[in-house]
Nanobody
Framework: QVQVVESGGGLVQAGGSLRLSCAAS????????MGWYRQPPGKQRELVAT???????NSAASVQGRFTISRDNAKNTVYLQMNSLKPEDTAVYYC?????????WGQGTQVTVSS
């Protein structure tokens, strides 16, 4: 089993910044992709950004230019630097790790952006 734990959420004013961290642990042999999804209030979960072991990234158009995903492969940790936050970024942010055919999800961390 692989455990995934997020940290770094909180309350911030519009225009501010937050940095989320996510660490995977347990029976790890090759976590190829790690990333972030979010679920705004009353909406479905949506992609924020992903990153592979080799550093290839993919991100939603709504966060491009504001959010940066990065990864420390040695620590099995992924980060999400969020700048110029907007009220519409308010959501529960979930980290995930893909190993083989299995996806492992964290419990989520709340990000609230006040206007």
């Amino acid at each position: 089993q692989v455990q995934v734990v997020e940290s770094g959420g909180g309350l911030v004013q519009a225009g501010g910044s937050l940095r989320l961290s996510c660490a995977a642990s347990g029976r790890i042999h090759n976590i190829y992709t790690m990333g972030w999804y979010r679920q705004p209030p009353g909406k479905q979960r949506e992609l924020v950004a992903t990153i592979t072991t080799g550093g290839t990234t993919n991100s939603a158009a709504s966060v491009q230019g504001r959010f940066t995903i990065s990864r420390d492969n040695a620590k099995n940790t992924v980060y999400l630097q969020m700048n110029s936050l907007k009220p519409e970024d308010t959501a529960v942010y979930y980290c995930y790790a893909r190993q083989g055919w299995d996806d492992y999800w964290g419990q989520g961390t709340q990000v609230t952006v006040s206007s």
